[in-house]
C-alpha cells in the first residue's frame, strides 16, 4: 500500500515538478518585464496585480508542500536522506515558517530574508543534482560525511531526468520567482 501511495505521489509531484519550472519561467520573465518597463498596461494592471496577491501565500504553500513530502519520502517511504538532501531540508524548512508568518501579515519585506534562503537551497540543489548526473566526480565524497546513502544515487527518476534534487531545484526557483514579484498591491 505504501509503495502504490509513493507511486502516486511521484508521479503527482514529477508533473507538478514540470508545471512549476514552466510557472517559474512566466514569472521570471514577467519580473524582468516590470523591471525594464516593457509590460503591456493591461498586465500590469490585472495579472500582476493578480499575481502580487497570492505570491507570499503561493511561495509559502509551495515550501509547505516540499517539507512534507521530503519528510513524507524518509519517514514513510523510508528513503534515507543524503549528506546534500539535508542541506537542501536545512535550506527549505525555515522558509516554511518565515513566509507562513509572512503571509499571515502580509510582511511583503520578507523577501529581504526569504530570498538568500531560498538561493542558497537551490544553489546547493543544483550542485547536488549535477552530482546524480555526473557521478564520477571525486570532490565530494557524501558517504564520508556519515551519510550512508550516496548522493549520487537516485531514489526517483522521472521522465527521464526529474529526480529528488531537480524537485528541490524547481521548488526554489518557483519561491524565488515568487518573492520576485512580491510587492505591496497599490
Not at 2 to 15: G, K, Q, V, Y
Request: hydrophobic content about 50%; aromatic content about 14%; some cysteine.
Amino acid at each position: 500500500m505504501i509503495e502504490n501511495l509513493t507511486n502516486i505521489l511521484t508521479d503527482f509531484l514529477a508533473i507538478s515538478t514540470l508545471i512549476g519550472l514552466i510557472v517559474s519561467i512566466f514569472l521570471i520573465i514577467l519580473f524582468f518585464l516590470k523591471k525594464t518597463k516593457k509590460l503591456p498596461s493591461f498586465t500590469e494592471t490585472s495579472l500582476l496585480k493578480n499575481i502580487t496577491k497570492v505570491s507570499l501565500p503561493s511561495a509559502w504553500f509551495i515550501s509547505a508542500i516540499s517539507m512534507v513530502t521530503s519528510l513524507y519520502y524518509s519517514e514513510v517511504a523510508g528513503y534515507e536522506a543524503c549528506t546534500f538532501c539535508w542541506y537542501e531540508r536545512i535550506a527549505m524548512y525555515p522558509l516554511v515558517i518565515i513566509l507562513g508568518i509572512a503571509s499571515w501579515r502580509d510582511d511583503f519585506k520578507i523577501k529581504i530574508y526569504a530570498l538568500p534562503i531560498a538561493t542558497l537551497g537551490m544553489l546547493i540543489s543544483i550542485y547536488h543534482y549535477q552530482l546524480q548526473l555526473f557521478p564520477n566526480q571525486s570532490a565530494v565524497s557524501c558517504n564520508s560525511s556519515g551519510s550512508s546513502v550516496s548522493c549520487t544515487g537516485t531514489w526517483i527518476l522521472e521522465f527521464g531526468f526529474i529526480s529528488i534534487p531537480f524537485m528541490a531545484f524547481t521548488g526554489f526557483l518557483l519561491i524565488i520567482s515568487l518573492l520576485l514579484l512580491t510587492d505591496r498591491i497599490r
